[in-house]
């Protein structure tokens, strides 16, 4: 009650502390790095990041690319090889004529090197840099190298397509903000009594998120697809906070004796409603941050602290624009569009054994699609990316036209034995899916003694810790055979060399599938046991935790159940971020009912009475709350390019939808059933024996009680 009058009171101050803050978040925000490579959020205990930083250290190698030359003379190719040599932070580069003198015919060449470098009318060129795969200085290269060697030269590789990532995500990132925006107010105008509203709701939202963009810079930088989300998903979610003051705002006004006072009650409500909703939200969110995949850390704190700053500005800035706007506002009432509940309340409740019934037939069939839907996600980000994206168009080059799927790279000791290495050489070559190996005893032979070769050669594949191997491999990263071939390759190497190291993009993604599978499980585990938690402290029941969570998580399994019906597939991250940002998000749909429920039996109302009158209560704000989340989130959905952000898009807006229905159908089901068996393991539930009249004369006396409070 302090906090509401204290607010009342320096409404122009906070006003004036918002717009100041801006300023140092704008800047905040602009100068937060954007990181572009999931792969870099792999633990740094692992074998293969470990290779990469003993490659990029001790080697001077960080990334690496492929170029692919179409229809252009070898002396043409040469030229512009010279060209790239002279670009910053391009360390080495690979052809065919620095093995051979140019004038010597290709078909004289060993057929190794033939076959390596040359594919009917493309020649292929391998590029090594000097920093990592997607620092900016690479990025910067990239672009260099495509303007230097024209549009008959395509790029391939992880780093080419972070590049090009970066480049359409810095382009559609305030598009996705805008789309979110517009469909919120569109959504807010037809489902709020107000016209301007929605605008006031999104300028306390729109500080709130800027504050949280911008506070990003201590962190040092974030992911592209938390700084993709993070704005879409803080409106979305936190959109409800402000929804619920407007209510109470509302409500307050035909008791309280002037707006203020009423602002001020208004805001004591909400903190007591919010603060329990919004604890959901905020652990659903930390769950993420459990994830041995760091991406879930960085994802997690942002849209955590988003979540918290929704929360203090909708009970401060949202209080004092309101106030300050206080005339329009009155000005521009209309009559909402949802019509009255009551009828469609007493009818559901009426017929609620055919929703008990409803949810003992979906459960276990969603629950088995939901289990296949795990399964059946990729990791290959290629594959969430346009398909006339360069990048993409490089990499289908490199596999249509020289067979190669992915290439790994191998670290072994500079002191292995030139026999070994070639028997090494000679087994890898015999796996499956390996079209060649490429290091100085494969190219060479074992005839040509290592010291006459030139410099140029062996400082690129030999210093005095590693010696460095190509592995060109037909199979495409993230599939069952390339798992199979990576634990083959592995022992092939770790047999000649304990300490040698199998590392690039397939072996990466080879851990990142080991992990997100253990990820996916602990952090489902952990939500549901935090948010259990959270609602049987805010609910005082132990029965409660229990109901709730279940009619969400069946929500959850309808949700990530259909792509299996469907057969679509799921970027990986997506199901890891529904199951805990639809449950976090949407189980306040429930506690919201809950509350009501609780609130009329203890005010002596009979079972169907209470279930009926927090059914009819409270449908109008879990469908504004539903479609403010759906409408943020499905333009984005249908607008990205890239899957990875529009499938989390469209199942959160799916989820909301369907979260919407599974509260209001199956859970005044579950209120109805297990009432007595509530009343017994809910504290302060106790029904009291008395008549509808004496609860209203309850219900005005604790509007008394609070009024006398001012």
Same mark, same amino acid.
């Given at each position: ?10 409404r ?24 572009y ?32 030359f ?37 078909? /004289? ?22 920093t990592? *795969? ?33 480049? /359409? ?16 107010v ?26 949280? /963009? ?24 936190? @959109? ?28 004591h ?22 994830? *041995? ?18 929360v ?22 209309h ?28 459960i ?31 990499n ?27 028997n090494? *050489? ?24 290592e ?30 055979? @390339? ?33 997100? *599978? ?13 948010i ?52 976090g ?41 539903? @479609? ?12 990205s ?13 799916r ?39 004496e ?16």
């Open positions: 009650m302090k906090l509401g009058k204290a607010v009342v009171k320096s122009f101050v906070i006003l004036i502390l918002a717009v100041a803050l801006m300023i140092p978040s704008a800047l905040g925000m602009a100068f937060t790095r954007v990181n490579d999931i792969l870099s959020y792999l633990p740094d205990n692992l074998d293969t990041i470990k290779g990469q930083d003993y490659l990029l250290d001790d080697f001077g190698k960080g990334a690496f690319s492929f170029l692919i179409e229809n252009m003379d070898d002396k043409d190719v040469a030229a512009t090889e010279e060209k790239i040599k002279e670009i910053d932070h391009v360390d080495t580069v690979l052809w065919y004529d620095d093995f051979a003198d140019i004038s010597i015919p290709k078909e /004289m060449l060993p057929d190794k090197i033939y076959d390596a470098f040359n594919s009917g009318n493309a020649t292929m060129m391998a590029v090594f840099f000097d990592s *795969t997607s620092a900016d200085e690479t990025m910067n290269a990239i672009e260099e190298i495509r303007s230097v060697a024209g549009k008959q030269c395509f790029v391939s590789g992880m780093s080419a397509m972070i590049t090009d990532m970066k480049d /359409m995500f810095e382009e559609q990132e305030m598009t996705y903000v805008a789309i979110a925006v517009v469909l919120a569109i959504a807010m105008m037809i489902f709020m009594d107000n016209w301007i509203i929605p605008f006031v709701f999104l300028a306390s939202i729109a500080v709130a998120i800027l504050v949280n /963009m911008g506070s990003n810079y201590f962190m040092g930088e974030v992911s592209f697809i938390t700084k993709a989300l993070a704005a879409v998903l803080q409106l979305a979610v936190t @959109m409800d906070y402000s929804i619920f003051l407007w209510h109470s705002y509302e409500e307050q006004k035909g008791i309280c004796e002037n707006h203020k006072q009423a602002m001020a009650v208004a805001i409500e909400t903190v007591r409603s919010v603060i329990g909703s919004s604890i959901t939200t905020v652990a659903g969110f930390i769950a993420l941050c459990f994830m *041995t995949f760091t991406l879930g850390l960085d994802l997690g704190i942002v849209m955590a602290k988003g979540v918290i700053l929704g203090i500005s909708c009970v401060t800035v949202l209080p004092s624009l309101i106030l300050v706007l206080d005339k329009p506002l009155e000005k521009t009432m009559k909402s569009l949802i019509p009255s509940t009551k009828k469609l309340a007493t009818g559901l409740v009426k017929i609620f054994p055919v929703f008990l019934v409803m949810f003992a037939a979906l276990y069939p969603f629950y088995s699609a939901y289990s296949q839907t795990n399964k059946e996600i990729y990791y290959d980000l290629s594959e969430s990316l346009p398909e006339d994206m360069a990048n993409v168009i490089a289908t080059k490199l596999k249509d036209e020289f067979g190669v799927g992915t290439t790994h790279m191998v670290l072994v000791d500079s002191s292995l034995s030139a026999k070994d290495a070639r090494m *050489t000679n087994e890898l070559e015999k796996v499956d899916g390996v079209k060649y190996v490429l290091g100085l005893e494969s190219v060479v032979g074992s005839l040509v003694p010291e006459v070769l030139p410099d140029s050669i062996t400082s690129v594949l030999k210093n005095d810790k590693w010696e460095l191997m190509l592995i060109n491999s037909e199979y495409k990263t993230a599939t069952d055979p @390339m798992a199979k071939q990576i634990d083959e390759l592995n022992k092939i190497i770790t047999k000649y060399d304990k300490d040698g190291l199998l590392i690039g993009e397939a072996a990466c993604t080879n851990d990142l599938v080991n992990i997100t *599978t253990v990820d996916f499980q602990v952090v489902n585990a952990i939500s549901i046991v935090a259990f938690i959270i609602i049987a402290i805010v609910e005082k029941s132990i029965t409660l935790p229990i109901i709730l969570v279940a009619v969400i998580e069946l929500a959850i399994f309808i949700n990530l159940g259909i792509p299996h019906l469907m057969g679509e597939s799921l970027p990986f991250i997506t199901p890891i971020c529904i199951s805990t940002i639809q449950l998000a949407t189980v306040d749909y429930a506690i919201l009912m809950t509350t009501r429920y609780k609130k009329e039996r203890y005010l002596g109302n009979d079972k169907r009475t209470s279930v009926i009158t927090a059914l009819e209560t409270s449908i109008p704000s879990i469908i504004v709350s539903a @479609m403010g989340l759906f409408a943020a989130t499905i333009g984005v959905a249908f607008y390019d890239v899957d990875l952000i529009s499938s989390i898009c469209k199942l959160l807006a989820g909301a939808v369907i979260s919407m229905f599974c509260v209001t159908l199956i859970l005044p089901a579950m209120f109805m059933l297990f009432d007595k068996v509530i009343a017994k393991t809910t504290l302060g539930f106790k029904p009291k024996k008395t008549s509808n009249s609860a209203a004369v309850k219900r005005k006396r604790l509007k008394k009680i609070i009024l006398t409070n001012f």
